[in-house]
């Protein structure tokens, strides 16, 4: 129990660390803004699955493949990519392990809002886990950006 809550602990600390940064960085909000959003769009284009994997998927998790549940697949998703491009923004390690940790935090916050009975919450965190190494190659691609 106590080594679970150092996790979030330590994912809260990450967090703030990286809101902190993004707050004394020396560019304006919309600035950072921007390029936040820019990274997340890169790690989205980088991690995106195919039709046919993408529907798979959310039949897999969810039970069925409608407007509702692929919408919200696509916003967890979406909202994992945005917290890994602030954590490397914030000159965070996104490694392995930070990664899961974040998949962890925001599949948890949206708990309440799904239906659990197939399993659902467990399955999306494995699904999403297993695109690390698509998500590892995309922050690559990123830094490679970057530099040039």
Same mark, same amino acid.
Request: proline share 0%; hydrophobic share 40%; aromatic share 2%.
């Given at each position: 129990?106590?080594?679970?809550?150092? %996790?979030?602990?330590?994912?809260?600390? &990450? @967090? *703030?660390?990286?809101v902190a940064a993004l707050l004394f960085a020396p560019k304006s909000g919309k600035e950072t803004?921007?390029?936040?959003?820019g990274k997340a769009d890169l790690l989205k284009k980088g991690v995106s699955d195919e039709v046919g994997v993408f529907q798979a998927k959310v039949k897999e998790i969810f039970g069925q493949v409608d407007t509702k549940t692929k919408a919200k697949y696509r916003k967890?998703? %979406?909202?994992?990519?945005?917290?890994? &491009? @602030? *954590?490397?923004?914030?000159?965070?390690?996104?490694?392995?392990?930070a990664y899961e940790k974040t998949v962890e935090q925001v599949v948890d916050g949206f708990r309440s809002e799904m239906v659990d009975s197939r399993g659902a919450v467990e399955k999306l965190k494995k699904m999403l886990k297993t695109d690390w190494e698509k998500v590892k190659k995309a922050l690559g691609q990123s830094e490679r950006r970057q530099r040039s």
């Open positions: 129990m106590a080594k679970k809550n150092r %996790g979030g602990k330590f994912l809260l600390g &990450a @967090a *703030l660390g990286a803004r921007e390029e936040l959003k967890i998703k %979406g909202e994992v990519m945005e917290k890994i &491009a @602030a *954590l490397e923004k914030a000159g965070k390690t996104v490694d392995k392990k």
